[in-house]
């Protein structure tokens, strides 16, 4: 087993939870971490081909405040579920040490992480050590010149063999994290079903957010879920899982009988924002309480100007109240949020 610096000691005390409740009744127990907004590939749909300004490294957070958060989220607020993301979270050199330090919170909470995949060949195995639950695997397309398209970057190959070491590292179910776009790649919506399925892996559509750094977005070109639907359907049949889909994103069907499922996430078509438990946090500290909220709480300053947990918990308390009840990006109102999906975590 890998030792890491940054495992939190043990508590001496126990702390009463005050969870992160909205004024509408709903709880959120399951943190995004974003932990840069890098990124090593340009994908169209989240950031232009040049890249972006990354955050000044002074204003990332560092990996003992990070961990401090975390414990405070876990101990005081009922956090019970953390996913590592970003941006690349690979490019994020302490993640094992983080990942052993989420596990090692009491109580210990179910620790994923959502990547691209580059460089996973290579640390999944430590991850896996370090204590890390699931992964997600971002592949929008098994096409080298399709995936060249979207992500601007040839490794496909990469993330192929990233898939592999995830599967035999045991961080399972591997689960795979796709958007269609039109005209690129959702022409081959079947055929990336049926290579999941033949190696193992769960697929899950998404649809696509008005979250990318140009505000090249539009409702008419997006893929709907409707479309996704229609495109499977030309080569399977598919069959809405009869299960309590609780706060989960993704609506699951079983492909041909099953047992082979695949999910498909309506963020904006079917919104499931009645359900939503998630709560964020950048990579530069701010607290966001929805992916399209266009206000966030600042926790960094009190974190490095001396502040208690108690102090940072109650900020983190109140962020949570002007939570709204939906993203309403079909609202005439709807603005963007400034930040891109690379920066706020997705
Ligand atoms: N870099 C990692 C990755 O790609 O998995 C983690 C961060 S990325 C922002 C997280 C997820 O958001 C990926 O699955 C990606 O496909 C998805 N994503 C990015 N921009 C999106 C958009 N505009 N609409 C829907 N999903 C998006
Ligand atoms: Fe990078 Fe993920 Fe955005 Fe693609 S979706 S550019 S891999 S952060």
Redesign the pocket.
């Known amino acids: 087993m890998t030792k890491h610096s940054c495992v939190p000691p043990p508590r001496l005390c126990s702390v009463t939870i005050t969870p992160l409740a909205d004024r509408f009744g709903r709880v959120a127990t399951d943190l995004r971490v974003s932990l840069t907004d890098r ?1 090593n ?1 340009r ?1 169209s ?2 950031m232009p081909a040049e890249g972006l300004d990354w955050m000044p490294t002074d204003e990332v957070l560092t990996d003992d405040e990070v961990v401090r958060l975390l414990r405070i989220g876990v101990e005081r607020l009922g956090i019970r579920e953390v996913r590592f ?5 690979l490019l994020r050199r302490g993640l094992p040490g983080l990942v052993a330090a989420a596990k090692a919170l009491d109580p210990s909470p179910e620790v994923s992480l ?3 995949g580059l460089g996973l060949a290579r640390t999944a195995v430590a991850l896996a050590e370090a204590g890390l639950d699931r992964v ?3 592949l929008d397309t098994v096409r080298r010149e399709e995936f060249l398209a979207i992500t601007r970057r040839d490794r496909l190959h990469d993330v192929i063999a990233a898939l592999a070491a995830a599967r035999a590292a045991g961080l399972e179910p591997v689960k795979v ?1 796709a ?1 269609l776009l039109r005209g690129v790649n959702d022409a081959h919506a079947p055929e990336l079903l049926r290579w999941c399925i033949e190696q193992g892996y769960a697929l899950r559509f ?7 750094a140009q505000h090249g ?1 539009s409702r008419a070109a997006m893929i709907t879920a409707e479309e996704i639907f229609a495109s499977l359907a030309t080569e399977f049949t598919l069959t809405p899982v009869d299960e309590d889909r609780g706060s989960a994103p993704a609506e699951e069907f079983l492909v041909d009988g099953g047992p082979a499922r695949v999910g498909v996430i309506a963020s904006v078509t079917r919104p499931f924002c009645g359900d939503c438990d998630r709560v964020r946090l950048t990579a530069d500290g701010q607290v966001r309480n929805c992916l399209f909220a266009r206000e966030e709480s600042d926790l960094r300053t009190p974190l490095r100007s001396g502040a208690s947990d108690e102090e940072i918990a109650d900020r983190w308390r109140i962020a949570m109240l002007g939570k709204r009840p939906g993203h309403g990006i079909d609202d005439e109102s709807f603005l963007q949020p400034t930040r891109p ?2 920066a706020i ?2």
């Open positions: 990124c590939l994908c749909y989240c993301t970003g941006g690349e979270p959502t990547t691209n997600n695997v971002s994290n958007v998404i649809e696509q957010m008005p979250l990318d977005w999906m690379s975590g997705g």
